[in-house]
């Protein structure tokens, strides 16, 4: 569901759909991920067609709870439509680094 990539702090995001079905796996792998060595990670959803309120419940409370140890989360490589999911829900400007995007954008493997 979630890898790693080259980048030691770029996640690679592989399923094309995290609706609430694969809440608990997707919690539990991007746990495994989080490593106090990075002042930023980024999950790369290049892959993701569709996302669901409750994994964007658990990227901001993972974001918010790490943003007190001094470290960010941010996605890269968003399709358009989760980039409207995100601005109707005002979650722009918490989850998308756009000079980041830009710079890691065409330095990610894409497997």
């Not at 790693?4 to 539990?28: H, P, R, Y």
């Not at 658990?58 to 918010?64: D, F, N, P, Q, S």
């Not at 470290?71 to 439509?81: A, K, M």
Request: proline residues 2%; positive net charge; hydrophobic residues 50%.
């Amino acid at each position: 569901m979630i890898r790693q990539t080259q980048k030691a702090n770029v996640l690679l995001v592989e399923a094309k759909s995290l609706d609430i079905l694969c809440m608990g796996g997707f919690e539990k792998a991007l746990e495994k991920f989080l490593v106090a060595e990075n002042s930023q990670i980024f999950l790369d959803f290049g892959n993701v067609e569709e996302v669901s309120s409750a994994i964007l419940g658990i990227i901001l409370h993972k974001k918010m709870k790490l943003r007190k140890k001094g470290i960010e989360i941010y996605l890269l490589n968003v399709t358009p439509g989760i980039q409207r999911i995100l601005k109707i829900l005002n979650l722009t400007s918490l989850l998308l680094h756009t000079r980041t995007n830009l710079m890691y954008a065409s330095a990610i493997p894409m497997v």
